[in-house]
């Protein structure tokens, strides 16, 4: 079994900083991409950054230049800096990582609880 454990989200002012981690643990034998996600109220989810295990990023075209995703593979965890924080923001943000468990052929997708960001004044 795996499980993905968020933590850092919080209240922040605009032009804030907060860095969000993700931390996966459990029988994993290797872990591909990882990534965030995030879902505000009444709109669909959707991608903020991802990491692959060579370290090849990918952004949001709305978070370029202001977020960046890095992860530590000894410790099976990615985070997100999130500097400027905009109102438009806040969401729940979601970690997201693609793993093959001990003794499995494939690679599975697996989701975070989430953890709220709000910016606001």
Not at 5 to 12: A, C, H, I, K
Not at 33 to 62: C, F
Request: charged content about 15%.
């Amino acid at each position: 079994q795996v499980q993905l454990v968020e933590s850092g989200g919080g209240l922040v002012q605009p032009g804030g900083s907060l860095r969000v981690s993700c931390a996966a643990s459990g029988s994993i034998f290797s872990i591909n991409h990882m990534g965030w996600y995030r879902q505000a109220p009444g709109k669909q989810r959707e991608l903020v950054a991802t990491i692959t295990s060579g370290g090849s990023t990918n952004y949001a075209d709305s978070v370029k230049g202001r977020f960046s995703i890095s992860r530590e593979n000894a410790k099976n965890t990615v985070y997100l800096q999130m500097n400027r924080l905009k109102p438009e923001d806040t969401a729940v943000y979601y970690c997201n990582a693609a793993i093959k468990t001990t003794g499995s052929s494939s690679s599975w997708n697996y989701w975070g609880q989430g953890t709220q960001v709000t910016v606001s004044s």
